[in-house]
Structures are given as C-alpha cells and as structure tokens.
C-alpha cells in the first residue's frame, strides 16, 4: 500500500490509485478529489467506504460528486 504521506503527491487519480491506496485514500486532497472524473469517484465507493479518517472537506467533495451525478444518497428515507 501507498503511504497517506505519499498520497497528496500523487498528480493523476484514478481507479487504480485509489485501489492501490486502500485506507490510506484519507491523505487525498480535496483538490486531488474534485479533480478525478466523476465516474472514479463512483467507482471506487466501496474503497471509500473502508476510510476512517476522512476530512469534513473532502467528505463534502465526496458527496458533492455523488450529487452532481445524481447518485442516490438517500434511499427510502436512509442514507445509502
């Protein structure tokens, strides 16, 4: 795995980077985030998902892309 250090260095993002990344995808920047093509950030949900130790900016980057993409944050009154 790559170090969170490392991580803000990293100039393209893309599936295979934040794979790679795993948890360490917390040392993303928001800039880095907003940055990689929507469908990345939707594709590597799941990854996502197993972060600890997101940032309040770059959850609100995160969900900001799920929006505009009109992915369904909320699903029967829950959040998805």
């Known amino acids: 795995q790559i170090s969170s250090a490392l991580a803000g260095n990293i100039q ?17 920047t928001t800039t880095q985030i907003t940055s990689a093509p929507p469908s990345v950030i939707l594709n590597s949900l799941q990854t996502f998902s197993t972060v600890p ?27 998805n």
């Open 12 to 28: 393209t993002v893309n599936a295979g980077t934040i794979s790679a990344l795993g948890q360490e995808s917390a040392g993303l």
């Open 53 to 79: 130790n997101w940032s309040q900016g770059q959850l609100i980057s995160i969900i900001t892309i799920l929006l505009r993409q009109n992915y369904p944050v909320m699903v029967d009154g829950k959040i």
